[in-house]
């Protein structure tokens, strides 16, 4: 494998020589050193983006959908292989890396269709002998900057569309998931047109910052934390680029009192503890019926022992290490500042004493909780769930918009009525009924209020790359009522 930045569909270190460690959070070892690039890389990355964009874009969308699917297809073959550096950087277990290969595959067939048919449209005229009509166009230059806990799924996001659409990009992963994106270039892109697809990597304060502030970037997508967000959004505006962000969530599960306990249970924990918590839609707050507020505590407990921690590579492994040292740290610290505030832990609380190294800490559930602890309004992206008792869904909805966030909410009912009533109700840009973390690659995907600005997925997806262009035709001949001089015939 090739530790280096992908540019021009060439190999090359960073501009000053220098490198820093990818590390393995099962081993926590060093398993290699990437280039730690600068603003000099970005510049080199950007000239090499925006050479390739007039051909690019100048292909028929059925050419580009052609590329489209022939990455798709190596992708898929080389599954296994990627699958493996995804578990060895992030710690995610192997069968959820393959599933992230398959979903990348399937945004690069889906958008690379999408994008042929969807090239503009006729819009009513204005008067007669006339048409209007409306063409999409790219941007130009991409940059997407990607997240480490899905780095090859949440690349196809902004990858599939970017491209379909006719845009160059530029990809800036994440310091912890270098590797990722770097081995599927390495494996993947080498027959792309050269400039269409590049990779630098380094960290956000030097490269990510140097890609957002240059003025031949139109564009930056970005998943991430809020805090991140914003500064992004503030060096944008500089040249009034467009942002698409999608940021962090504190997702809440609202169990009402004629759900089914088994099943709700099992929703929660799973979409709480799924990749170690370390998901922007993770469940990250439960509000239970009073009424049935002690079974479902219960069952939830049981279900969170149940969850099965241990080496990514193993078949029979549930969740793996937590990412990184850093985001471990920060689940130790938001569970001791839990129980400081008057937090119960029920089961978990600590890091798992199974293992002699890795990033491993246990499934925790708290009650007694408030809704002013931090642990309620603060992203903990932790496999952390605090639950809390409610009276009614007026309640649990009142609680549920109560954060800063509006990312997504599940509600498990068995009376649809009550669910969409509420969902009418819930700020946020997804609601799931019966099951939680749901997506369509059909609909669109995003965050309202601080969890972000933009959609990705859909047809909504497609349009966050493109610009429309009106183009109005007049074709009576003989019109002349709006020139000048002219007196009425």
């Not at 699917?69 to 578990?87: C, G």
């Not at 503009?120 to 008067?127: I, Y």
């Not at 990250?284 to 149940?306: G, P, Q």
């Not at 610009?467 to 002349?480: G, L, T």
Request: net charge negative; glycine share 8%.
């Amino acid at each position: 494998m090739i530790f280096k930045n992908f540019i021009n569909n060439e190999w090359c270190d960073a501009q000053n020589c220098k490198t820093f460690d990818v590390i393995n959070p099962f081993t926590e070892r060093v398993i290699t050193n990437v280039p730690a690039s600068d603003e000099k890389d970005v510049a080199i990355a950007v000239e090499a983006a925006k050479n390739a964009f007039y051909d690019w874009s100048n292909l028929t969308a059925g050419e580009r959908r052609d590329h489209l699917r022939a990455l798709a297809n190596r992708s898929r073959e080389y599954a296994e292989e990627i699958a493996k550096t995804i578990s060895s950087e992030m710690g995610k277990p192997y069968k959820d890396a393959l599933t992230e290969i398959d979903d990348l595959a399937e945004y690069l067939e889906y958008y690379s269709e999408l994008a042929r048919d969807q090239v503009g449209r006729m819009v009513a005229p204005v008067d007669q002998k006339s048409m209007s009509l409306v063409r999409y166009e790219p941007y130009g230059v991409v940059g997407c900057i990607i997240p480490w806990n899905y780095p090859l799924s949440l690349m196809g996001w902004k990858l599939a569309p970017a491209l379909a659409a006719g845009n160059t990009i530029i990809m800036k992963p994440s310091e912890i998931t270098s590797l990722s994106i770097l081995h599927w270039a390495e494996l993947v892109v080498g027959d792309m047109p050269s400039g269409v697809i590049n990779v630098i990597t380094g960290f956000g304060g030097e490269a990510g910052e140097a890609l957002v502030k240059h003025p031949q970037v139109p564009i930056i997508t970005f998943t991430g934390s809020v805090r991140t967000g914003k500064r992004i959004a503030k060096l944008a505006a500089d040249n009034l680029k467009k942002v698409s962000l999608e940021l962090g969530g504190k997702d809440p599960v609202i169990v009402c009192d004629d759900a089914d306990i088994e099943v709700a249970a099992k929703g929660t924990s799973w979409g709480g503890f799924v990749n170690s918590g370390q998901v922007c839609t993770s469940v990250e707050r439960v509000y239970v019926y009073d009424s049935v507020v002690s079974r479902f505590t219960e069952a939830l407990v049981e279900e969170a022992k149940k969850v099965r921690l241990g080496d990514p590579m193993d078949d029979d492994v549930d969740i793996g290490p937590m990412a990184s040292e850093s985001q471990f740290n920060n689940t130790i610290n938001k569970v001791r500042l839990a129980k400081e505030q008057g937090g119960r832990v029920l089961t978990g609380g600590k890091r798992s004493d199974q293992f002699d190294s890795g990033y491993f800490y246990e499934p925790t559930v708290f009650d007694n909780i408030t809704s002013e602890m931090d642990i309620v309004t603060e992203e903990s992206f932790s496999p952390v769930i605090p639950i809390q008792k409610v009276a009614s869904m007026s309640e649990a909805v009142e609680m549920a918009n109560s954060t800063k966030y509006g990312l997504g909410c599940t509600i498990f009912t068995k009376d649809i009525e009550r669910a969409l009533t509420a969902a009418d109700k819930i700020k946020s840009g997804t609601v799931c009924i019966n099951s939680p973390l749901m997506e369509n690659i059909a609909a669109p995907f995003g965050g309202m209020k601080q969890s972000g600005i933009g959609r990705e997925h859909g047809v909504e997806a497609l349009e966050e790359f493109r610009e429309a262009k009106h183009i109005f035709i007049d074709y009576d001949h003989n019109k002349k009522d709006w020139w000048f001089g002219e007196e009425d015939q």
